[in-house]
Structure formats: structure tokens, C-alpha cells
């Protein structure tokens, strides 16, 4: 992932928690932006927190709680095209959250998501 541009990691792992920060559709090497159609971001919103989630020993099938924000909550079947390429049959906790802004006003979705490693 590219270096935050904020004070914050984009993973953390204690015991068997694992929490990922909201991600965005901003690429690993944080040089280019993702394409601008929800379903578009929502993929590499989904691509940015399995990276994380593989750098703490997780999976998606580990997820039990997302936190979705979105900019308008009518793209909410859009991003769960993606939920349901990236998570299959699993289905965590998840609430959605409709809100004015993200950190870029081209985003209109981020993903936070809490997993717990197996023992």
C-alpha cells in the first residue's frame, strides 16, 4: 500500500484482531486513481483490503464487520457487486453510511472491515 497521507497505518494486527482503515480506491503504489464508476472503485476498494488483510495473515472469509461509506447510498448495489466477487458466500456485519464527502471529492466509496484470525 502507499504511504499514508495522514497520521495512520492502513492495518493493524492485535492477537487476532485485525482492523484495516477505511480503505479508498487509491492503487498499492498510490501513483494513479481507479476509474471513477462506483462499481470500478468498489473493486479496487475490495483489491486494496485483501492486500491488507493478507499482510495480517487474513482473508476475507476472516471479516466480521465492514463499515461501507458512501457518497450516495443509490450506489449501494453497485458496491455490492464487488462484495459479492470478493467475499463469495461469506457475509460479515455491515453498516452503511451515506455521507457528504471522503477525502477526495472524486471518491465515492470507502471500505472499513475488522477480521478475526482463526486460533
Known amino acids: 500500500m502507499s504511504e499514508p497521507i495522514s497520521h495512520f497505518t492502513h ?15 487509491r492503487t498499492p503504489r498510490g501513483a494513479r486513481w481507479a476509474a471513477t464508476t462506483a462499481v ?6 475490495h483489491e486494496n483490503l485483501k492486500k491488507c488483510l493478507a499482510a495480517a ?16 447510498v443509490a450506489d449501494r448495489e453497485k458496491v455490492n457487486i464487488a462484495r459479492r466477487e470478493y467475499f463469495g458466500p461469506h457475509r460479515p456485519a ?13 471518491l465515492v466509496v470507502e471500505i472499513e472491515a475488522i477480521a478475526v484470525l482463526p486460533e
Open 94 to 106: 455491515s453498516t452503511l453510511v451515506q455521507i457528504a464527502r471522503l477525502v477526495r471529492d472524486d
Open 11 to 25: 492495518v493493524v494486527k492485535t492477537g487476532r484482531l485485525v482492523f484495516v482503515s477505511a480503505a479508498s480506491r
Open 40 to 45: 470500478a472503485q468498489a473493486r479496487q476498494v
Open 57 to 72: 495473515g487474513a482473508t476475507f472469509a476472516d471479516v466480521c464487520k465492514v463499515t461501507v461509506f458512501l457518497k450516495n
